[in-house]
Every structure is written in structure tokens, then in C-alpha cells.
């Protein structure tokens, strides 16, 4: 089982990033992927997660409106697009797998990627 993720960068403020995370080892119609971050000196948050068997999603307040989730099946892939980024988006981004929705949610997940840094400055 294997988590890549992909797609981070440095941007501007206002600016957009869509992340990537591969899965390979499972399908995604049997996990829930989340995605976390954590920026310097503070704890890693959980920020959205789905579970694209049934098509539920979650968000974090502080991306609400800002950051969209969504699911390739075709190419066992989940998407993190972001819009509207800030200095506080700054963070390593992570993606993460679990068969329960609600232990991504509590912050906990079977499999993790290795992140892909985020960077938001002018």
C-alpha cells in the first residue's frame, strides 16, 4: 500500500494548487482519504477527507469555500484543489487512508503519504 502525494509548491496569496495523492495497493471504493497538514511549530489539522464509495466529504472551517475534494476511481486518485490560499495555508500537506471516515476525522488513519510542501508568499 502506497501514498504519493504530488503538487505543492510556492504561490502567491489569492493564488491556486491542486494536489494530488496516488493511491496504489487498494481501491479507493473501500478507504476513506483525508487530507492533513502542518505548518511550523504547530500541530498537524485535519482539513477534508471522502469516501468515495458513497461520495461524502468533509472540510475543516478554515477551508470552507476555499478547498474542494474529489475522486478519480479510474485512476485511484484523490485531489485536494485549493483557491483563495494565504500565508496560513503555508504547511507539508499529507494524505492519508483509512477504512472508517470517522478515524480520519479524530485525526488517525491506517496509511499515510510522505506530504508535499506548501508554500504561500509573495
Known amino acids: 500500500v502506497q501514498l504519493v502525494e504530488s503538487g505543492g509548491g510556492m504561490v502567491q496569496p489569492g493564488g491556486s494548487l491542486r494536489l494530488s495523492c496516488a493511491a496504489s495497493?487498494?481501491?479507493?471504493?473501500?478507504?476513506?482519504i483525508g487530507w492533513f497538514r502542518q505548518a511550523p511549530g504547530k500541530e498537524r489539522e485535519g482539513i477534508s477527507c471522502?469516501?468515495?464509495?458513497?461520495?461524502?466529504?468533509y472540510y475543516t472551517d478554515s477551508v470552507k469555500g476555499r478547498f474542494t475534494i474529489s475522486e478519480d476511481n479510474a485512476t485511484n486518485t484523490v485531489y485536494l484543489h485549493m483557491k483563495s490560499l494565504t500565508r496560513e495555508d503555508t504547511a507539508v500537506y499529507y494524505c492519508?487512508?483509512?477504512?472508517?471516515?470517522?478515524?480520519?476525522?479524530?485525526?488517525?488513519?491506517?496509511?499515510w503519504g510522505q506530504g508535499t510542501q506548501v508554500t504561500v508568499s509573495s
Open positions: 492519508a487512508a483509512d477504512r472508517d471516515i470517522w478515524a480520519l476525522r479524530a485525526g488517525s488513519a491506517t496509511y
Open positions: 495497493g487498494f481501491s479507493l471504493e473501500d478507504y476513506a
Open positions: 471522502i469516501k468515495p464509495s458513497d461520495g461524502i466529504t
